[in-house]
């Protein structure tokens, strides 16, 4: 049971080390968000996921079916950092073209104005990354992270 208590002239939440461990909330910074009918909401706090030093790389997307990205462009790798010792990564293409949508994040890369599609995220073997283009804005990378938990919220 946590418990609120006196510090200085304010209140803290004293939550018991089993709460902390199950919760994975060690360390990190938290989000309190208050509920409408009363009572509160503890999450971790959500950042830009570490590990994209080589975030943006010149990805072969062909052969592709339908409407899916094609041809050869930059893509964002999203695959969590714990994936990294797999033969695949997940990516989401970058477009210049295209329209707003929920699942497409706005973003400025080397002075260009376009889109992340979270929507045509797809698994490709790491041999499909030909070249390092550089890092995603952190402002950018913190919108794709709130948009893939936004996507997957179970």
């Known amino acids: 049971?946590?418990?609120?208590?006196?510090?200085?002239?304010?209140?803290?939440?004293?939550?018991?080390?089993?709460l902390i461990e199950q919760g994975m909330l060690e360390g990190k910074e938290l989000s309190i968000e208050v509920l409408e009918g009363g009572g509160l909401i503890i999450r971790p706090l959500?950042?830009?996921?570490?590990?994209?030093?080589?975030?943006?790389?010149?990805?072969?997307?062909?052969?592709?079916?339908?409407?899916?990205?094609?041809?050869?462009?930059?893509?964002?790798?999203?695959?969590?950092?714990?994936?990294?010792?797999?033969?695949?990564?997940?990516?989401?293409?970058?477009?210049?073209?295209?329209?707003d949508f929920p699942c497409r994040v706005r973003c400025t890369f080397q002075n260009k104005q376009g889109f992340v599609r979270l929507d045509q995220m797809r698994a490709v073997d790491k041999s499909r990354l030909t070249q390092k283009l550089g890092n995603l804005p952190k402002d950018a990378q913190e919108k794709v992270c709130d948009c893939l938990q936004e996507m997957f919220k179970l």
């Open 46 to 99: 959500s950042k830009a996921r570490s590990g994209w030093a080589e975030q943006i790389q010149i990805t072969l997307l062909e052969p592709t079916p339908g409407r899916e990205s094609n041809k050869t462009r930059p893509c964002v790798i999203v695959s969590p950092d714990e994936m990294s010792a797999l033969a695949t990564v997940i990516v989401a293409p970058m477009t210049t073209k295209g329209f």
């Open 1 to 18: 049971m946590a418990q609120l208590i006196r510090i200085g002239n304010s209140q803290g939440l004293r939550i018991p080390k089993p």
